[in-house]
């Protein structure tokens, strides 16, 4: 007998509107799509024997066509502070990093969206890597669905591994089915996307999408952003910031912006100046990060005294600032600094 060496396609992962096209396809009903969306998103089914109330048919249909298409983590770390991060492998020698950072009552997942990134800013480990894939639906979801605290995740934010705005696709379907009334039903308060300002896919978000925004900034000036951040050539921040003025963000959804604080760089008493100059009129919160040194960078983060002086200057100036609390440095907390270390083990062997 001749062997099946088919591949066989995925079934989470897919929107609704997907899964209603696959059951037309092989004759079932289209509320069947409905019935299989519960199962994979509200009880959490491992196989199609578990959907009992589809027919026998469509179950034998379905797992000879299709998996259910969850994959476990290969490796995981804990560190002293409760933060745990999960290595997933995505294809061969291709890792990405997931984070889970719990804080009293909250669980925040921190997801990948790419494996590598092509957006090659300085402070950046995961860029350091070059760009390797997007990642599917399943691979993004793959990662909030098989960590051990699935069960009690309270919140979700797309500043792992990648550019989400370079995966828009991806990224908007799985938003989609996490935020769906079909899907998980997280409110899109609960979700937090993060982008370098890609402005094409960044206006898709906005008007596909009621998830709250975070932009990656880290100077108010063209010329020092672009030698940090080479995006800053094809996306100007200013043209980033005309687009988040066409949108509401005064009420139900939040703008933040992300500014890691370098020594020398971009700390001084006339960066805060201009950062509040660069933001009027924009209701948001400023999130400072200390810098962790990452291999063969220049870079260096400010001292605690400087980081708490410039923190003080904004609020002052009236701009909400807040210092981002650091989590997970023992463990190789962030971004790329894991999967980096898998890829040289595997280049070693």
Not at 17 to 37: H, M, N, S, W
Not at 97 to 116: F, H, L, N, Y
Not at 186 to 194: D, G, H, I, L, Y
Not at 270 to 283: F, S, T, W
Request: hydrophobic share 35%.
């Amino acid at each position: 007998m001749e062997e099946n060496n088919q591949v066989k396609e995925q079934l989470y992962g897919k929107t609704l509107t997907e899964l209603q096209e696959v059951v037309v396809q092989y004759g079932f009903p289209k509320f069947t799509a409905k019935q299989i969306c519960e199962w994979l998103y509200k009880k959490d089914a491992t196989s199609f024997e578990q959907m009992t109330n589809l027919s026998k048919k469509a179950r034998e249909v379905l797992s000879q066509n299709f998996t259910i298409g969850l994959e476990t983590y290969s490796d995981r770390k804990e560190s002293v502070d409760g933060t745990k991060k999960y290595l997933f492998q995505v294809g061969d020698h291709k890792y990405i990093e997931t984070a889970m950072i719990p804080e009293g009552d909250r669980k925040t997942v921190c997801v990948s969206s790419q494996v590598g990134c092509k957006m090659n800013c300085l402070f950046c480990m995961t860029g350091k890597q070059g760009f390797q894939q997007h990642l599917t639906t399943n691979q993004i979801l793959n990662q909030l669905r098989m960590i051990d605290e699935w069960g009690g995740v309270t919140n979700i934010v797309y500043m792992g591994m990648g550019e989400p705005m370079d995966n828009i696709d991806s990224v908007l379907k799985s938003l989609e089915i996490i935020t769906s009334d079909w899907g998980y039903a997280m409110s899109p308060k609960r979700v937090n996307v993060s982008t370098v300002g890609v402005i094409p896919s960044l206006r898709r978000f906005l008007d596909e999408s009621s998830c709250h925004l975070a932009i990656s900034l880290h100077s108010p000036y063209d010329e020092e952003r672009s030698k940090i951040m080479p995006v800053q050539k094809a996306y100007k921040i200013q043209d980033v910031l005309d687009l988040v003025r066409q949108y509401d963000f005064s009420a139900q959804r939040r703008v933040s912006f992300e500014y890691i604080v370098f020594a020398g760089l971009n700390d001084t008493p006339k960066h805060a100046r201009a950062l509040v100059a660069l933001l009027k009129g924009i209701p948001c919160r400023m999130n400072l990060i200390r810098f962790h040194e990452i291999p063969d960078t220049p870079l260096q983060g400010t001292n605690e005294q400087r980081l708490q002086a410039f923190k003080d200057m904004l609020n002052e100036k009236g701009l909400l600032t807040t210092v981002r609390v650091s989590r997970g440095e023992d463990i190789y907390a962030a971004c790329g600094l894991l999967s980096t270390k898998k890829l040289v083990e595997n280049k070693g062997e």
